[in-house]
């Protein structure tokens, strides 16, 4: 019965931190120069990319020159924030309807998330 047991509590703790990750929501659209190292991007021997966990480790060397192009954030309570950057250039512009269209499937992506949580905790309609 441990093995069932520690599953579900495994279950749990997953459905809890997507719920807490439900809180939020960020979007930032970057337009810029990249320049990695390919085994700074590269993970194990199946060639995965490792790029979203990238910036969060001191041993990659990254060159770029970045700038904002859009970032957009959304509260839980309903209280949302938007920049977008001045004087947009029309390849900027190509990105801001990239960014809104992103901002879109990721709030669908959410949604659907919250309603999978909703029925895994059996909550009312």
Known sequence: MEPIESGF?????????????LASLEVTT????FAFKMNDIVEGPNNAFKIKSLLKTPQASLT????LVAYSRFEIDSDASNIVRNNLT?????L????????????ESRK???ELAKSLLKLPQ
């Open 9 to 21: 509590k495994g279950l749990t703790a997953k459905v809890a931190a997507v719920i807490e990750d």
């Open 90 to 94: 029309s390849d900027d512009r190509v």
């Open 64 to 67: 770029a020159d970045l700038y």
């Open 112 to 114: 659907a998330v919250f």
């Open 96 to 107: 801001l309807e990239a960014h809104t269209e992103l901002v879109k499937a990721a709030q």
């Open 30 to 33: 970057y337009s810029g120069s």
